[in-house]
Nanobody, 122 residues
């Protein structure tokens, strides 16, 4: 499965962005999909995940109530709606996919996109 993340950019604190993750394979609809992020000088960290059915989601505490993950199965797309953005949300955001159930560790995801930069100015 090839993943393509897009939608990053520069936004002021308090603003919003929506990231998109597209996949090359129709069987993407059977995969758990997650977003991770990596800030400069820091390790990659889990942000959010959505089950293959789209009925279960899981968020890191740092983004809960501000971010929302969703999927459009007919379009083979997963989205990350990011609201009330903070400077500390600045990072490269990656989407990842796997057949495993709702993991939040990097090692639990086999397929990765190339990342999209999100920069939040104060």
């Amino acid at each position: 499965v090839q993943l393509q993340a897009s939608g990053g950019g520069l936004v002021q604190a308090g603003g919003s962005l929506r990231l998109s993750c597209s996949a090359s394979r129709r069987t993407f609809s059977r995969y758990t999909v997650a977003w991770f992020r990596q800030a400069p000088g820091k390790e990659r960290e889990f942000v959010a995940a959505i089950s293959w059915r789209g009925d279960t989601t899981y968020y890191a505490d740092s983004v809960k109530s501000r971010f929302s993950i969703s999927r459009d199965k007919p379009k083979n797309m997963v989205y990350l709606q990011m609201n009330s953005l903070k400077p500390e949300d600045t990072a490269v955001y990656y989407c990842a996919a796997d057949t495993a159930w709702m993991g939040h560790a990097i090692s639990e995801y086999e397929y990765w996109g190339q990342g999209t930069q999100v920069t939040v100015s104060s």
